[in-house]
């Protein structure tokens, strides 16, 4: 039988494209390199903190860049606002958040009580808290808060600086009447003479010490602990690739807040309702350093669990080297870091 020319030049024209399609596809991973979102492993929403004392989260919020990065992979941001480490820790020790903003000190406070949360981004290092004292006060220094009462927020960073500075000036908490009040309550009670002072944080901090001439009678940036980010150990364990895109976001915010400091401080200003003047005051009192945690944040973390340790506030029985270990895990920030 005679095949005509026409007819085989057809037919293999249709098996090299059939070829050509068939090594082009998807399907064939033999040197495949597609790399699409359909391959990642990511929740369906994303519930991120935002807090006053956290520029970097005010400045991820106000900018919309989480929102529109996950909308094109069909995920939905939900932005839940922190007042302090303790609401922060709470929230996500109840799974209403994914990621939560703490001071590094309150976490490992957590951590040692069994709070099942990882530090996985380092902010900054700001010097948000002091003891404070209304501007007609007579008291000036730690040793003359003595039988006096202090607010303070149970849990935080301010409370952590509380007791250091009482320690280190031969007081404990025992010494003092300690007010138990979220930050922004206890600067409104040290402005109404309700108290005698303050464990103060910022931004409330500096809008006392700007507008209203409060005294700051005790400061050590040694004694304030690290703006840590923080994610849920399930939620890491289950979506690692949505931790990483979460801190790549972080990183693009602290990058760009360092190159664009005057519209950084500008969104501080608006979102936490500030006067020019005290968002400044915060924004110079924060360092957007090395977001990888690293030996000085862990030594630094470890420091202040052993004298928490001394103040039972952490269990004695509690190895503190080990708690800071597992607490601050570095692999995901050193991945996006630049």
């Keep these: 039988m005679r095949i005509r020319k026409g007819v085989v030049r057809t037919a293999a024209v249709a098996l090299m494209t059939a070829l050509a399609t068939a090594a082009c596809s998807p399907s064939n991973t033999g040197n495949s390199t597609h790399t699409s979102t359909q391959n990642k ?73 069994g709070s099942p949360i990882e530090g996985v ?11 404070v ?17 202090v607010a303070t927020t149970l849990g935080t960073d301010p409370y952590i600086f509380l007791v250091r500075a009482l320690q280190q000036s031969g007081l404990s908490v025992n010494d003092v009447k300690i007010v138990n009040l979220q930050h922004n309550n206890g600067a409104d009670a040290l402005l109404r003479h309700q108290v005698d002072a303050w464990a103060g944080l910022d931004p409330y901090m500096a809008k006392l010490q700007v507008q209203d001439g409060a005294k700051l009678i005790y400061r050590n940036p040694d004694y304030n602990s690290y703006c840590v980010l923080n994610v ?40 936490a309702n500030l006067q020019p003047s005290v968002a400044k005051v915060v924004m110079d009192r924060n360092d957007f350093l090395d977001p990888v945690p690293s030996a000085a944040e862990r030594q630094t973390l470890v420091e202040t669990g052993q004298v928490l340790q001394q103040s039972n ?26």
């Design 41 to 113: 492993h990511l929740p369906k929403v994303i519930r991120l903190d935002y807090a006053y004392y956290s520029p970097l989260s005010l400045v991820l919020k106000s900018q919309g860049w989480a929102d529109k990065t996950f909308a094109k992979e069909g995920i939905k941001v939900q932005w839940v606002l922190d007042q302090g480490s303790n609401t922060a820790i709470q929230y996500l020790d109840s799974n209403s958040i994914d990621f939560g903003t703490t001071a590094g000190g309150a976490a490992v406070v957590a951590v040692a009580k």
């Design 313 to 338: 506030i952490i269990p004695k029985s509690a190895d503190v080297k080990q708690v800071v270990a597992k607490y601050l895990q570095p692999q995901f920030a050193q991945q996006v870091a630049k």
């Design 133 to 149: 004292v209304d501007k007609d006060s007579d008291i000036h220094s730690v040793a003359d808060l003595k039988g006096k009462t």
């Design 232 to 271: 849920r150990d399930d939620f890491a364990k289950t979506y690692p690739d949505a931790v990483r895109q979460v801190l790549q976001l972080y990183e693009r915010a602290r990058t760009w807040t360092k190159s664009h400091p005057q519209q950084a401080l500008k969104i501080v200003e608006q979102d």
């Design 121 to 131: 981004y380092v902010a900054s290092k700001p010097e948000w808290t002091a003891l």
